[in-house]
Structures are given as structure tokens and as C-alpha cells.
């Protein structure tokens, strides 16, 4: 492939204390989504990637979208034949991610992954469901609720679990998700609405095993090897969930009890069930380049989605990067994958 200049984009959305306020950006109209600090380490996958574009012998450098005009202006004349693009918040604000692709197709230059339309479907995940619905692939039924109005309702019954309709990274889900009574799941609803601004989305709880699908590709998309998250060991009492402890805080017991690796005593009828499903999830939400499919699969064989990621973490250590090295990727197979998905689009 020829030697491209690949710019690595990305937001700020550093740990710590917290930054000096960037200059205000409105929310969008009708997006709630509220500044907040998050999760990851995003340094980590946006180093590794750009010692693999390096040896892949490209030319990586990095911009960061700060929130700001000017890097917006700079984006615009950055001259690079291809974006990689981490992006998922803008200026703080994590339902943006979409406007930023956007603007790259304004630019026409090629990016990475998820184009806007993606970005909306999987990010709103009332309308994701539905859009799973109209395909047959199963997902928990639901409700959505936002201050007393409900725009959705299933005749969805307990246990439940409840969510902010529009969030990534286990943002708002930690052990009192999982609701019991209707007690619980008012003052959980009123949770989400006080700390997100957001509608609540209340879901059936599917007891089962946590599977995820990492897919690479698009008219060819292959599903890699399927990976556990094993939440057995969570103690006693807590719900089976992957909340932000056991996904990002490296202190908890959550995080130490917990593993995702890849599956391997499903037997094949299982396997493609699960395959299968998550290719129609990427297919519905029109996911592009590579994604997760989160999946949960209960005693009878049961496969529901729970959601969809376009341009999930790309860090070696993530669960894509352990489902392409199982498939026989190496990390930077995975990236030259990438690169060349998205160059193909533009060719
Ligand atoms: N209906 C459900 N039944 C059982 N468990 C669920 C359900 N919905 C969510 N969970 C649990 O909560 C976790 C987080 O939910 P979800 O994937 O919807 O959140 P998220 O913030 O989009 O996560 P991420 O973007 O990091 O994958 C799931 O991985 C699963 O463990
Ligand atoms: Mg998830």
C-alpha cells in the first residue's frame, strides 16, 4: 500500500482533575448529552496505533478536535490522505461524535470507521433496538422514560435493568442498575434523569453469559473469534454486570475478578447463532470498517443483543484487538485492515 499521511484524530478526554472549561459549545438541539469526565486510558490505543501505522510505513501524526474552532480549521487543512479517527466526544460532549464524522464527509477526506449515520443509530439505543426489532434480531424488550413522559413501552417485567439511553463506556451502570422493584426502578430512573439528563432506558434483564463480536469489514465483513467476559466471580450478591468498576477501575474487585478472553467450549450450532446475530447487528446499524457486537446468550441458547459499538477501543489489550489476534491478526494487521477498509471507500 502506498505510504499515506495518516492523521490520528482524537477528542480530550483525559483523566484527572478536571481541565479548564473549553470555550462553551451548545449541546446540539435535542441531545442531552452533559460534560463529564470518562473512563479509558486513551492514550494507550492512540500510541500503539501510530507505532503501527509507522511500521506499515505511513506517515502518523496526531490532531486533537479540543473543542475549539481553530482545531477544527486545522483539521481542514491538515492534508492528510487518511484520518484515523478515535474521536467520540466533541468539546466534552459525547452524543457529538457523529458531527465530527460529518464534518469529515464535508471535507471529503477518508476517515475510519462508523460515517454519522452509524454513529446516531448505535448511540440512541431506544432506536437502535427498534431497528433490531424490524430485522428479528432479538434484543431485551424495553421502555424508555424521560421526566413522567414514556415514548416506548414494552409489558417488560422484572428484573429490569436501567440505563442512559444514549451512553458508552458503562457510563451511570454500577451494581444498582439492576432493579427488583418498582421502588427501585423509580428512584433509578430518577437517578439517571439527576446525573445524565438523560432519558432512562429500562430493560429486561437477561441473565446469561457476557459475549462480545468483534467484525472487521464491510460487503466481506468477517466475524472474528468470540470473546467472554467472565463475571462469575463477581461477589456474592451484585449483579452479573459489566459496570464501569469492572471495565476501567483497575482498583476494584470488579476489575480484579473479571477477564475477558476468548470463548472457547461453545459448541458450533451456539457459535454461528451468536456470529450470525452480530453480523445482522452490524449490518442493521450500518457499521462500517470494524465494531463489537455486546451480546448476551441465557441458559436456553437464548442470543439477544444488548448493543452495538461502532469504533470500539482499539487498544491491544481491548476485546477487537483479542478477537483479531485469535483470528491469526496481528496488532498491526488489524490496523492495516483498517486503513485499508476505510482507503477503499475513496477509491
Ligand atoms: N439487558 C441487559 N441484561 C443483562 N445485562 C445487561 C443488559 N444491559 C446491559 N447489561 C450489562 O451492562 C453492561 C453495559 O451495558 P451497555 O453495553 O448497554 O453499556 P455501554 O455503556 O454502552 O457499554 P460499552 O459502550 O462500554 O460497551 C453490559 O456489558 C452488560 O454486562
Ligand atoms: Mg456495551
Same mark, same amino acid.
Given at each position: 500500500?502506498?505510504? @499515506? ?25 435535542? *441531545? ?24 506499515? &510505513? ?45 464534518? @469529515? ?37 424495553? !421502555?424508555?422514560?424521560? *421526566? ?16 442512559? =439511553? /444514549? ?9 444498582? /442498575?439492576? =432493579?427488583?422493584? =418498582? ?14 439528563? /438523560? ?13 462480545? !463480536? ?8 468477517? =466475524? ?34 473479571? *477477564?475477558? !478472553? ?11 447463532? @451468536? ?15 470494524? &465494531? ?56
Amino acid at each position: 500500500m502506498a505510504n @499515506l499521511k495518516v492523521t490520528i484524530l482524537h477528542d480530550v478526554w483525559e483523566e484527572g482533575p478536571p481541565e479548564p472549561e473549553p470555550e462553551p459549545v451548545k449541546a446540539p438541539r435535542g *441531545k442531552t448529552g452533559k460534560r463529564r469526565k470518562k473512563k479509558k486510558d486513551p492514550l494507550h490505543d492512540r500510541e500503539e496505533i501510530f507505532e503501527a501505522l509507522t511500521k506499515l &510505513g505511513h506517515e502518523p501524526s496526531y490532531h486533537v478536535l479540543d473543542g475549539k474552532n481553530q482545531s477544527l480549521f486545522a483539521l481542514a487543512k491538515c492534508g492528510a490522505d487518511l484520518v484515523f479517527n478515535l474521536t467520540e466526544s466533541y468539546a466534552g460532549h459525547d452524543t457529538m461524535d457523529m458531527n465530527i464524522a460529518a464534518y @469529515l464527509e464535508l471535507l471529503q477526506v477518508p476517515y475510519t470507521g462508523g460515517g454519522p449515520q452509524a454513529l446516531y443509530l448505535a448511540q440512541d439505543k431506544s432506536i437502535a433496538k427498534k431497528i433490531f426489532d424490524f430485522h428479528k434480531i432479538k434484543t431485551p424488550d424495553f !421502555a424508555t422514560s424521560y *421526566k413522567g413522559r414514556t415514548e416506548h413501552s414494552h409489558d417488560i417485567e422484572f428484573p429490569l435493568i436501567v440505563k442512559p =439511553v /444514549s451512553e458508552d463506556g458503562s457510563v451511570g451502570i454500577d451494581t444498582g /442498575s439492576v =432493579v427488583d422493584s =418498582v421502588k427501585e426502578l423509580m428512584e433509578r430512573i430518577h437517578y439517571i434523569h439527576e446525573e445524565f439528563d /438523560s432519558p432512562a432506558l429500562i430493560e429486561e434483564y437477561i441473565e446469561g453469559r457476557e459475549i462480545y !463480536a468483534a467484525i472487521l469489514g464491510n460487503d466481506n465483513a468477517e =466475524v472474528l473469534p468470540l470473546i467472554e467476559l467472565d463475571l462469575s466471580k463477581l461477589p456474592k450478591g451484585t449483579p452479573r454486570i459489566a459496570g464501569q468498576d469492572v471495565k476501567f477501575d483497575h482498583e476494584t474487585e470488579g476489575y480484579k475478578v473479571t *477477564k475477558s !478472553a476468548p470463548v472457547e467450549d461453545l459448541d458450533e450450532e451456539t457459535t454461528r447463532k @451468536l456470529q450470525d446475530t452480530a453480523l445482522a447487528a452490524y449490518r442493521a446499524l450500518k457499521l462500517r470498517d470494524y &465494531g463489537r457486537i455486546d451480546m448476551r446468550l441465557n441458559k436456553k441458547g437464548v442470543v439477544y443483543v444488548i448493543e452495538a459499538n461502532p469504533n470500539p477501543w482499539l487498544a491491544s489489550t481491548a476485546e477487537m484487538a483479542m478477537a483479531a489476534r485469535k483470528a491469526g491478526y496481528s496488532y498491526t494487521d488489524m490496523i492495516e485492515k483498517i486503513v485499508e477498509l476505510a482507503r477503499a471507500r475513496s477509491m
